[in-house]
């Protein structure tokens, strides 16, 4: 999440809410910004099975629906790297990538200001 981002840890259900765009605010009244992944992405498809319940793939009505009710899904950014700078830049944003690429950003100089609210699978 956003280095501001007041919440220090989600759970699963929280983290469903957000990308199902049921929780809009933060605790202090910013918007939930969340970010994902190309559709066609593994890691996006691993983070819908183990955090929204089914593939990402199975989710493409869900969007439709909320579309054409005048809701916008989260913005899709190209790759983890960018996901992190989408967030660390973005007031309110939360999104997910590997543990892999966290920790290879995260050794870099400069590297992008992101909390860990939660870590998925094993």
Do not use: C, Q
Not at 12 to 35: C, K, Q, S
Not at 39 to 45: M, W
């Amino acid at each position: 999440a956003h280095a501001g981002v007041a919440a220090a840890r989600l759970d699963r259900a929280e983290v469903r809410r957000i990308y199902l765009l049921r929780r809009r605010f933060w605790g202090d009244g910013t918007r939930v910004v969340p970010v994902n992944l190309p559709a066609a992405s593994p890691v996006r498809d691993a983070f819908s099975r183990a955090a929204l319940g089914r593939p990402a793939r199975d989710l493409a009505d869900y969007w439709n629906d909320l579309y054409f009710h005048g809701t916008a899904p989260p913005p899709v950014v190209p790759s983890e790297r960018a996901a992190l700078l989408y967030v660390a830049r973005t007031r309110g944003a939360v999104g997910y990538v590997t543990r892999a690429t966290y920790e290879a950003a995260r050794a870099e100089p400069g590297a992008p200001a992101v909390k860990v609210l939660m870590e998925l699978g094993g």
